[in-house]
């Protein structure tokens, strides 16, 4: 089944208790997105990769890493979390065509985060 | 910059009545336009696109949007709503490819019987 995970699912942590989130996906798909979501502000996006070993900056990305050394894994790295980062956190991919992302974004189920 | 509103939180309309929710962008460029949905506790479904060509742009569950570059808008539009498409929905703007996504802030669709 075509899917984008995220695990975990539910995390409570505290303030600057590094964390990794992580997403993968079974689609062979060379765009990776993570996003946040507010209420009120809909979703922000961190960190965007276009492929393999290519990233970049979203609108949020402060106080966050991301890596791609996969082209199935992108996770999502809080080095020093703050209460600020408390949200609802997506990862997408998708396909790229001619350049472009011509195909919908696949979501994962969501990663519920508290930090304390 | 890009940014995206969405001038109505919530809407509610009765079952089988027609639906309208809107979407104003900003964007330099041609923008690469969103239409998704969310339904309580789940991901995002991509609704429908627009990235080039007719601006009347169907998608999927009988929604439709148009692109009027004149009012920087992509209205969504479905004839008739079913309780089903109770949710929230989210409109979002990209850059040229499509890869940095600004969305707005959600319209939040109930349906009563």
């Known amino acids: 089944e075509a899917q984008v995970t995220q695990n975990p699912r539910y995390l409570i942590t505290v303030t600057g208790k590094k964390l990794t989130v992580t997403c993968s996906q079974n689609?062979?798909?060379?765009?990776m997105s993570w996003y946040r979501q507010d209420p009120g502000l809909g979703l922000r996006q961190i960190y965007y990769?276009?492929?393999?070993?290519?990233?970049d900056k979203g609108d949020v990305p402060e106080g966050y890493k991301v890596s791609r050394k996969e082209k199935r894994n992108f996770p999502l790295i809080l080095e020093s979390p703050s209460p600020n980062q408390t949200s609802l956190y997506f990862c997408?991919?998708?396909?790229?065509?001619?350049?472009?992302?011509?195909?919908?974004?696949?979501f994962g189920p969501g990663t519920r985060l508290l930090v304390l | 910059a890009q940014s995206v509103t969405q001038p109505d939180i919530h809407i509610t309309v009765s079952e089988g009545a027609s639906l309208e929710l809107r979407c104003n962008y900003s964007?330099?460029?041609?923008?690469?336009l969103f239409w998704y949905v969310q339904s309580p506790g789940q991901g995002l479904q991509l609704l429908l696109k627009?990235?080039?060509?007719?601006?009347l742009v169907q998608g999927i569950k009988g929604f439709e949007a148009e692109f009027k570059r004149s009012q920087s808008s992509f209205n969504l539009r479905k004839p008739s709503v079913h309780w089903s498409d109770a949710a929230e929905y989210f409109c979002?703007?990209?850059?040229?490819?499509?890869?940095?996504?600004?969305f707005g802030a959600g319209t939040r669709l109930f349906v009563k019987a």
């Open positions: 997408a991919s998708s396909f790229t065509v001619g350049g472009a992302l011509w195909e919908t974004q696949y």
């Open positions: 689609m062979n798909h060379e765009y």
């Open positions: 990769s276009m492929n393999v070993e290519v990233t």
């Open positions: 964007y330099g460029a041609t923008p690469y």
């Open positions: 627009y990235f080039s060509g007719d601006t």
């Open positions: 979002a703007v990209g850059n040229t490819g499509g890869f940095k996504t600004i």
